[in-house]
């Protein structure tokens, strides 16, 4: 098992530039999650899906937007990347939503 | 929502115990959580003790919880150099489908020779 996969390790933007990073998990999970991470903070929920079919805001999901894309994947899409968004994105899975959260290597962007 | 909070950094000689501390704010977490990053890494889960325990041992870690003063400690007994990395406390609330965990900012271990 791979556990959690996510693309790109690293990606370099321009303002106003759009992207998405993926994610997905072998482990047949129904939740999954995105964080990101900045220096010295922990760990910020950005948007997660329960189960497969929905999702929903974490605590700082302005600027993001979402797709349970099927069971395994769960897509962050930036539609016009900002400076405020350079951080690592961390995508993470569970086998329900009150069960041990499991994480990826991370996406580190940076937003010129 | 939830505050945890950590120090920022400790260090320790190799073979010394390291103790990281964390306190939380919500009483009724239900899972407390600790996860290590290396560098340039994920989170890789290390241990986590639910709230009705006091103590969880596991090999060299040794998880605390005083739950009237929401202190929640992980003890590294005989510590390595690879144990150099950033040590996070998180803690799940309930009353939410999704379980939502609060991170605290992380704890940097430097562990010498």
């Known amino acids: 098992n791979a556990g959690v996969t996510q693309t790109p390790k690293f990606q370099v933007l321009k303002t106003g530039q759009s992207m998405t990073l993926q994610c997905a998990q072998d482990?047949?999970?129904?939740?999954m999650y995105w964080y990101r991470q900045d220096p010295g903070m922990g760990l910020r929920l950005i948007y997660y899906?329960?189960?497969?079919?929905?999702?929903d805001k974490g605590e700082v999901p302005n600027g993001y937007n979402v797709s349970r894309l099927n069971k395994r994947e769960f897509s962050l899409r930036l539609e016009s990347a900002a400076p405020s968004q350079t951080s690592v994105y961390f995508c993470a899975s569970s086998p329900g939503p009150q069960e041990t959260q499991y994480f990826g290597p991370g996406t580190r962007l940076l937003v010129l | 929502g939830e505050d945890v909070e950590q120090s920022l950094f400790l260090s320790v000689r190799e073979g010394d115990s390291s103790v990281i501390n964390c306190t939380y704010t919500?009483?009724?977490?239900?899972?407390l959580y600790w996860y290590k990053q290396e560098p340039g890494a994920g989170l890789q889960l290390l241990t986590y003790?639910?709230?009705?325990?006091d103590m969880k041992q596991d090999q060299r870690l040794t998880v605390l919880l005083n739950k009237k003063d929401k202190h929640l400690s992980l003890r590294i007994a005989d510590t390595q150099t690879g144990d150099s990395a950033i040590y996070f406390c998180?803690?799940?609330?309930?009353?939410?489908?999704?379980?939502?965990?609060?991170f605290g900012r992380g704890t940097q271990l430097t562990v010498w020779p």
């Open positions: 482990m047949n999970h129904n939740s």
């Open positions: 998180a803690a799940k609330g309930r009353g939410s489908t999704l379980g939502r965990l609060y």
């Open positions: 899906s329960a189960s497969e079919g929905t999702t």
């Open positions: 919500d009483s009724s977490s239900t899972y």
């Open positions: 003790i639910f709230s009705n325990m």
